[in-house]
């Protein structure tokens, strides 16, 4: 059945391929695009040259200015809607200081060609232009925090103040209508920034806390953010999928070449400590960068920040991390070779004491239960990838990553309604997780004579798995005055591997159309095992499974793509169908079982983006549909937990998703004015959801996965980001967004597992209003954020309630005599309506440091004092269609720092 499925998607693609590759015999005038980059021959750097595009005869066809990164694209020249005939043109380049240089393209076949590229033009300096050096040339003003530059909003890194000794997060925060998050994520105008670049490059992709924690903001000359053409696209030369949405880190020109080095060490009271060292080297080709940190302060932010974090952004618990990392990045001179390699190594322990309190609405009466946890983990992880670039037609990733993992655990936790306990239990886990993984992926493409495109996808995984678990629980029952107790211990090795091809054959159309039919294969086996053995014995529960997945695909997609010298315009429609088989292997004590399934899955990709320099429309909607996991359809019934049973369910149905995103940005130049709106619509068909039958008199529950129908949610915001005076020394931020929950599960019953559904609606407003006045070093902010939730439910007894969580803040930055200074920031977060009366709790947190730099800047001295009045708390709350959870976690305590910096540069010589 697969090479049949397979065969007919090759009778299907072939013929569109073979008509595609026909000749074009018209002769007709064509327009097309001509385009390339110009850099310096010894540096590589891009230059700013004038280009004149001219035939083989040298008759000028048109002139342009090259840009170090044009409106909308990479750096270079781009010459649109240009006629074009075969034969020889010539690209000629000039600029100040540099000898004239020259490239040609021999143009032999036109066909469907939209655009050609033309070789890198180097450029190399006169001798007498190393002989001319400027005089010094001061300016002073007021500097302007931002500007739009075509769809670029540049923000100027020197004219924002923050303490001595800060790194790029402290810098990054203070960006108007930015938003930094405890995970790294950082938003700008509510929109999520895709990828944190250096200078252009990747720089430990996919971890922004790198580079936001380790490089010094002083180094830092401007921060530009825009939408780029992604990887996929820069290689077939256009648009074939939507833009990413990039923040660059654009250093300063004296840390651009030779070395930067900052070391930091700091010990406070509370047995506090931090330490930190970071090295970036610059060379004509290479870029090397070094770091290493420690510290047990939950990566806290300084105070004097803009007061954007609450007490939840701490993590759970307390935290101690050490990490070292290294990333190397090399290319040759016309970029025709890059290569990325990057590796990290961590440690890092977290002491959690965490108090959780949850209703369950059960049909008969809520249950409740009250559990405290004492968790220590200690995690352990090494990771290494590298990423090759040959050309535009190749690129090669290798990854490796190993994680050891210990957790030890004791949890205390009892169940009770209104009118009596009904059960306590207390429990010991002692685990040990070993994972292991190796991937590599190759892409290939390249352009046909006639302007379409072949591209390669292939993927490889492998991973293995040690798994080590031993539980200790006692049980006591009240109302049959019975204790159980239980010791299971399991060793549980498990292995996966899994591999993919697929082929895309892009026929580009004129008039900026393209239709691109594809195909896919994929295998996946996946093998672990759950056995646990009681007193020698082995668990009924236990049993060991592999699961094959063979899935084969095929796919169209329409796409739309136009740059003009205003915007650009992109459209894309993509559907696919994939058939897919499963296989599952199950062991237990008593037998051995194969089930087989077969799926159709389909889904649908519609994306469109608009932009010019003042108005962004980016729409994005998806449905896509998945096959329920093979495990929770076939198994022995898991009866591992004496308070827990839990069936499997053969008739769980496709999960569908919808999913429809539409952001829009409004820029002008008058007070800097950004505006934005925003709104999200998900929903969800054949869910899994859990049915659950609860037993009054011992507490024990019995589940079945189901699949549920209705679930849904949507959002929509608005914010407004605008200078208040001409002079811009004041600014405001606003932010009102408005979210709605529909959350439907099953009902919990008294009297058996039943269908019945429970429905949840939670109605969310969240008001944010944040102004901040700045001149020359002295700043001064003030925020206030109204977050309220209103939840009501479809059950006869369920019980509406509000909820609110609230803050007011101040922050300040200023200078003291001697070069000192001060910094502080005073925030009251506000809490109530929580079922636990002792989380309704009003908390003034003061966080304060004074600094001081010497020895010509290159040490930095600072004092740190970290809630002084030890007020901080976190405390966090959520519903859905069958519980309301609320949750204590232990916070770091209140601490004094003494902090340490020194930095240094090295520069390269003078040519």
């Known amino acids: 059945m697969k090479s049949k499925t397979f065969f007919i998607l090759i009778l299907i693609l072939f013929p569109l391929m073979i008509w595609a590759s026909a000749d074009i015999k018209k002769e007709n005038t064509r327009r097309v695009n001509f385009y390339g980059q110009v850099k310096d021959g010894f540096t590589g750097a891009d230059l700013p040259a004038k280009i004149t595009l001219m035939k083989g005869d040298s008759t000028v066809v048109d002139t342009m200015t090259a840009k170090f990164a044009t409106k909308y694209d990479a750096a270079g020249y781009f010459f649109a809607n240009k006629p074009v005939e075969k034969g020889r043109y010539i690209m000629k380049a000039e600029i100040d200081g540099y000898d004239l240089a020259y490239v040609e393209k021999n143009i032999r076949f036109i066909g469907r060609n939209v655009g050609f590229e033309f070789p890198i033009i180097t450029m190399h300096r006169r001798i007498d232009s190393y002989t001319h050096e400027l005089g010094e ?47 790294g994520d950082i938003l700008i105008n509510g929109r999520k920034i895709d990828n944190l670049t250096l200078n252009g490059d990747d720089f430990f992709r996919g971890s922004n806390s790198v580079m936001l924690n380790n490089l010094p903001y002083f180094t830092v000359n401007q921060i530009k953010v825009y939408n780029k053409q992604t990887e996929r696209s820069r290689k077939v030369g256009h648009n074939v999928e939507p833009r990413e949405y990039i923040m660059d880190v654009v250093l300063k020109r004296d840390y651009n070449r030779g070395y930067l080095a900052s070391m930091m060490l700091g010990g406070g009271n509370r047995e506090r400590y931090t330490g930190q060292t970071f090295l970036l080297g610059y060379g004509d080709l290479t870029r090397i960068a070094l770091y290493g940190n420690m510290n047990n302060l939950n990566q806290n932010p300084k105070p004097g920040d803009k007061g954007e974090w609450t007490p939840d952004d701490m993590g759970d618990g307390v935290s101690s991390v050490k990490k070292v990392g290294v990333s190397i990045t090399t290319k040759n001179k016309n970029e025709s070779f890059k290569n990325e390699l990057t590796s990290e190594f961590t440690q890092q322990q977290n002491h959690s004491l965490m108090d959780t309190y949850t209703q369950q609405y059960v049909n008969a009466g809520d249950v ?55 059960n306590m239990s207390a429990k010991s886990i ?17 352009k046909l004579p006639w302007g379409d495109i072949m591209e390669f996808n292939l993927n490889g995984k492998y991973g293995t798995q ?44 004129l008039q900026n159309w393209a239709l691109m039919p594809s195909i896919s294969y994929n295998q996946s086996y996946n093998k672990k095992g759950s056995e646990f053995f009681s007193n020698e014995t082995l668990h009924p529960s236990s049993y060991r499974s592999g699961v094959m997945t063979h899935s084969s695909g095929a796919g169209l997609a329409l796409i739309y793509n136009h740059n003009g010298a205003e915007g650009f315009t992109v459209g894309r429609m993509q559907m696919n169908m994939t058939q897919q088989q499963d296989r599952l292997g199950i062991t237990t004590p008593q037998d051995y079982n194969i089930y087989r399934r077969t799926s159709w899955l389909s889904s649908v990709n519609m994306d469109f983006a608009f932009q010019n320099s003042v108005n962004s429309l980016i729409v994005n909607y998806q449905l896509s549909s998945s096959a329920p996991q093979m495990g929770l359809m076939y198994g022995p ?66 589940y079945r996965p189901g699949s549920v129908n209705g679930n849904w949610n949507t959002d929509m915001g608005f914010s407004a980001n605008m200078n208040i005076d001409k002079k811009g020394l004041f600014r405001l931020y606003g932010v009102s967004q408005l979210l709605y929950n529909h959350n439907v599960d099953f009902d919990i019953s008294t009297s058996g597992l039943t269908d019945k559904l429970s429905k949840v609606n939670t109605f969310a407003s969240k008001q944010m209003l944040k102004i901040t006045y700045s001149k020359s070093d002295f ?20 019980t509406s309630f509000n909820c609110y969580d609230n803050e007011v803040g101040l922050n300040f930055q200023m200078p003291l ?35 001081h730099s010497f020895a010509k800047g290159a040490f930095t001295a600072s004092m740190e004092a970290y809630d002084i009045l030890h007020q901080l708390s976190n405390n966090r709350i959520s519903v859905n269609a069958q519980a309301r959870t609320e949750v204590h976690v232990n916070t770091i305590p209140s601490y004094i720092m003494l902090r340490l910096q020194y930095h240094f540069n090295i520069l390269p010589k003078k040519h």
């Open 466 to 509: 040690r798994f080590r678990d031993d539980t200790h629980r006692t049980t006591d029952y009240v109302n049959t005055g019975t204790q159980s107790l239980q010791y299971l211990t399991g060793n549980n090795p498990g292995q996966n591997y899994s591999f993919s091809g697929a082929m895309n054959y892009q026929i580009s159309f």
């Open 368 to 422: 409740f239960s009250r559990t405290f946890d004492d968790m220590t983990t200690k995690n352990m992880r090494w990771n290494f990838s590298n990423k090759m670039e040959l050309g535009k037609a190749l690129t090669w990733n290798l990854n490796t990553d190993y994680q050891r993992k210990n957790t030890d655990e004791m949890m205390r936790d009892s169940s009770y309604t209104l009118e009596e306990r009904i």
């Open 817 to 851: 005599l001697v070069k000192f200074s001060f910094a502080s920031d005073l925030t009251l977060f506000s809490r109530s309506g929580y079922q636990v009366s002792s989380m309704n709790q009003n908390n003034l947190v003061w966080n304060a440091s004074l600094s």
């Open 430 to 446: 002692w685990q040990r997780n070993h994972t292991f993984s190796i991937s590599s992926g190759m892409n290939y493409s390249f």
């Open 637 to 702: 019934v898991n009866t591992f937990d004496p308070l827990l049973t839990i069936y499997r369910n053969t008739d769980l149905h496709n999960i569908v998703t919808n999913n429809l995103n539409a952001d829009y940005t409004h820029s002008l130049a008058w007070h800097g004015l950004d505006l934005t709106a925003s709104a999200s619509w998900k929903a969800t068909h054949g869910m899994v959801g859990y049915m659950k039958a609860y037993d009054t008199t011992t507490g024990h529950f019995e």
């Open 779 to 798: 700043q001064v902010g003030l925020q206030g954020t109204l977050f309220g939730r209103h939840v009501t439910g479809t059950r006869s007894n369920f």
């Open 137 to 183: 040339v001061k300016v002073t003003g007021t500097m302007v925090k931002l500007v739009h530059k075509g769809d670029t909003l540049v923000y100027n890194a020197r004219a924002f103040k923050v303490p001595d000794g800060s790194m790029l997060d402290a810098l990054v925060r203070q960006l108007p209508g930015a938003e930094l998050r405890s995970n």
